[in-house]
Every structure is written in structure tokens, then in C-alpha cells.
């Protein structure tokens, strides 16, 4: 009976993981509620769940490395990035991020890194951006502190009754994987857009203008107002009311108080200013429109997935969107009907008190002229590296553990000014606690109870011919899969129980089954979508979906291989 029970519980969750666009992190609570619910787990239990040795180390590097960002390693790194020829630039770029996302949070190392990628002058940024994401992602698995899955299915690992995890264990197939990507995005370097300023394709940003009743268009059809000759634009929607006005065609008539949809170059908003009664910021301020900035959403930001009328953006920061752009997706309805993503590029009029607002570093990854970054003196630096590194040290040499060593630096941190709580509040991954705290209560549950078992007697059955080695493969696939289909952590774990569950039905090692489930968890390349890193590139850069098959589909492929290849050898069956 447990396991029917666990069986539907986990059922529910992969489809509402896959179907439904509910936060995974709601989704991963409730079903270990559930489990507490229909007695399969006590409340004890659930609970010690959230105080796994592995998540507390995953919150606390998230919390240090609010201060490693301030430090002057990563721009002096930026500065010497865009040096040299496009493949040098590439390369430099990708063992920086690489190396910075070895000992932090990778999401954090792009952040940080957009911004002067953005306003280099040497590489269109589209040539710089996806690589920085792909490096980012590749420079997590050298380390056990990496990325969040390794550590995540370290907490796996432990609990059911394996070794932890070396610091370097990750290492050996890391280095191998990381020197095949880099390879093969330098390659691939020919195949990325070119969206630099003498780029002859249109950056599709997203422009709203609304037909005020005095205006001259009133009365008179797309055609006949000129509407349909623009140069860089082109009119999409028209939105009258409640009713959506889609394919215009030249013989619409334009109302007043219609609401007229753009696409194309934000460059030809003074186009539109010529059209009379056509207003394009709507505020009760005017906004002078020849000086517009562009900010990129952050993945910190408090918004995302509301909409822009929601949030009431203008007063909230002093500032009226005139323009939005989400890669080369097609947006569709009114600017503010328009719920946030992480990665949006947004063409802001601002008033004066908008560069004051205490909060746009939380908000936005990226504003045009304007550096976010909260830079400590070389002294504090060189202070907050040493300390870091000290910690790190004492902890591969068994000396301190890594969470203790992680406290006090926290701690002292806090005390000395350098991080400031509102920072630690606001950077709290309260998200990541619930969808890894639930995943390993889900996963000691699959093991404890025998789901897992079962599940890996079905897939005994159809891989036995294959043997352990194709059963790993079997794992390393299904857990890319998921990957790409839903998040990293989740896919680690679903795959994780049947992993362990399969080694143990072969008699093997369960070693290289539970390295395959977090390599595979790390290969995340072909969508924007899969991984966060991918995502605040997307609009920065102005990539098409294509892009990241382009370049993603032969990476995830060259990674596979590398990973199943290597493996086996560094841990054999």
C-alpha cells in the first residue's frame, strides 16, 4: 500500500513538473506534505530533511558569494576578457567563468559578468554571451561546491548509506568535459548570430503606442496613416478594448483609443513620434525619449512571473516601459498585461529619481551605462579571497569542515559590514531549500519503501541484455532529459532513486550510476529554458531558440560522450 500511495504521489508530481507551469518548489513541498499526510513519513523525519549537511553548505556558499561578487577579481578578469581576437576572447572568457564557477554560484558569475560583456567594444555581445552561459555551466562540475546538483546529489548520496563526496571528485571528468566544450565552442563561434550595431536584422523589441481621441489617425485605416511603411517596424496587434485585433490588415481602421502594438527596432521610436496624437510613454510625467536605457531582469528579482500593470512598474521605479523584448519570442496582448522573466530586456524612460532607487542591483542583472556593481577597496578583496580560500583549504585537508569554516566566514562577513543582512534576506534561496529538502525526503522514501526497487526490476528487465553499462547509459540520458524538459535539481531528483536502485539490482558499484545522474543534471545547453544561466542570456544577447540548438544540440552531444566515456574510467563498475 505505501507504495501505491508513493507511486501516485510521485506520478502527480512528474506530470504537474512537466505539464503545468506551477514553481517546482511548490510542487516538491507538496508532495512530501502529502507523504506526511498519508503516513508515509513522520514529522520528525520530513523536517531533518531541510537540515541535510549538503543543502546548509549549498545555502551558505550562496550567501559568501554575495561578497566574492563585490570583490575586484571578477572585473579585473572582465577587463582583460575582450582583449585579443574572438577566439582568444572565447577562451579567456570561458576558463575565467570557468574557474569562478568551480568555487561559486555560476548564476551569480554570469550576473556579475553581463554587464561588461554587454558594453565590450571589441565582440558583438551575442558572440560572448552564450558561451559565457555554457562555461558557467561546464566550470560547476569541476567541484563538489560547483554547482547545486552536485551538492544536492551528495545529500542523495548520504543518505542512502554511501561515502560523502571529495571536494576534487568531480574533478577528473569535469576537466574532460570542460576541455571538449571549450573545443567545440570555439568551433561553433562562426555559427552564433552577429548582433552587433552594424547587424542588419532587426532587434525585436516589443513597443506599445496608444491613439489618444484628438489624434489625426482616428478614422482613417492602417494604409491611409502610413502605418504600414515604417522602416524597422512593423505593426503586429491592435488591441481595442477587450478584443485583440491579430494579422492587421491595411484596410483596419484605426479608433481612438486604440492601442496599437509594434515590433522591430527600438531605435525607430522617433518614427513614431511623428504620427500625430500617437503616444508611445504612457505617464502622467513626460519621459524625454532620447534617453532611453535598457536594463535585463534579474533572476533576483521580486516580480517575476507577475505582470507589469501588476507591479505598477512606473511607481515602483520612476520609469515607463516603452519597449520589451524576451529573446525572439513573440509576445502577444498589451505591454502591461506582460508577465516578467527572468532574462527580459526591458527599454525604460526614466525620470531622475530612478537612478536613485536603492534597489535596481536586486532587480535588474544589467542597465546600460550604469555599473550595479557594489565594488570593496583591493584591501577588503584580497581579504575576502584569502578568507574564502582558507576555508576551502582547511577543508580539503580535513582539517575544519567545510560548514563550520563556511559559518565563521559567514559570520565575520556579517560582522565586519562587508554583507549586509537585507542582502542575506534577500538572496535567501528559500526555493532551492524546499524543492532540494522535499527531493531528498521523496528520494529516501523511493529506496525505504521499495519503489525504487520495483522500478529498477522493470528497467532490469529491459536493460539486462545491455548490462551495467547500459543501464548507466540509460540513466545518463534520462536524466539530460529532464534536465532540458524541467530544472536540474529536479531532474537529479527523480533520477537519483532509480540510479541507486539499478546499480544495486546489477550488484555494481553504484558510483558511475550516481556521477551519471549529476553530469547529466549539469547538461543543460539546448534550451533557454533548461538551466537559469541560459535564460539571462537569451534577451542580452538576442538569440532565436535556433541559436541554442545550434550550438547547444553538437555541445550536449560531445558532452554525453565525453561523460560516458570518462567515467566508467575514473569509477569503474
Known sequence: MEQVILTGIMLALIVCLFATRINAAWLFTGAIATSYLTGLIDLESMLANYANPSLITLVLLILVSIAIEKTTLVSKLAQSMAQGSLTKAVLKLGLSTAFLSSFTNNTAVVASLITKVKESKTHAPSKLLLPLSYTAILGGTLTLIGTSTNLIVNGFAVEAGMAPFGFFDFTLVGLAVLAVGLVTITIMLKYLPDNGKNDDEVVPFYLEGRVEPSSKLVGRTVEENGLRDLKDLFLAEIIRGERRICAVTPQQEILSGDVLLFVGDINSVPLL??????????????????????????????????????????????????????????????????????????????????????????????????????????????????????????????????????????????????????????????????????????????????????????????????????????????????????????????????????????GVNPLPFVMAVAFGASASFISPFGYQTNLMVYSAGNYRIRDYITIGLPLSLIYSATVLIVIPFVFPF
Open 273 to 506: 513620434q511623428r504620427f500625430d496624437g500617437l503616444k508611445i510613454v504612457h505617464d502622467k510625467h513626460e519621459k524625454d525619449v532620447e534617453h532611453l536605457v535598457e536594463v535585463v531582469v534579474s533572476q533576483s528579482s521580486r516580480f517575476l512571473g507577475k505582470t507589469i500593470k501588476e507591479i505598477r512598474f512606473r511607481e515602483q521605479f520612476h520609469a515607463a516601459i516603452i519597449a520589451i523584448r524576451r529573446g525572439h519570442d513573440r509576445l502577444q496582448g498589451g505591454i502591461g498585461q506582460v508577465k516578467l522573466q527572468a532574462g527580459d530586456s526591458l527599454i525604460l524612460a526614466p525620470s531622475s529619481d530612478f537612478y536613485a532607487l536603492p534597489n535596481l542591483k536586486r532587480e535588474f542583472v544589467y542597465i546600460s551605462g550604469l555599473d550595479l556593481q557594489a565594488h570593496l577597496s583591493s584591501n577588503k578583496s584580497n581579504t575576502v579571497l584569502a578568507s574564502f580560500a582558507t576555508v576551502i583549504g582547511l577543508s580539503i585537508f580535513g582539517i575544519v569542515p567545510l560548514v563550520k569554516g563556511l559559518i565563521v566566514l559567514l559570520g565575520a562577513l556579517v560582522l565586519l559590514g562587508t554583507i549586509k543582512v537585507p542582502e542575506m534576506k534577500r538572496r535567501f534561496p528559500i526555493e532551492l531549500v524546499a524543492i532540494v529538502g522535499s527531493a531528498i525526503g521523496l528520494a529516501k522514501l523511493m529506496i525505504e519503501t521499495g519503489l525504487a526497487a520495483e522500478i529498477s526490476s522493470s528497467l532490469l528487465w529491459l536493460l539486462g541484455d545491455f548490462g551495467p553499462y547500459g543501464a548507466f547509459i540509460a540513466i545518463f540520458v534520462m536524466t539530460v532529459v529532464f534536465t532540458e524538459l524541467i530544472t536540474n535539481n529536479a531532474a537529479a531528483a527523480l533520477s537519483f532513486p532509480v540510479a541507486y536502485a539499478l546499480a544495486s539490482g546489477f
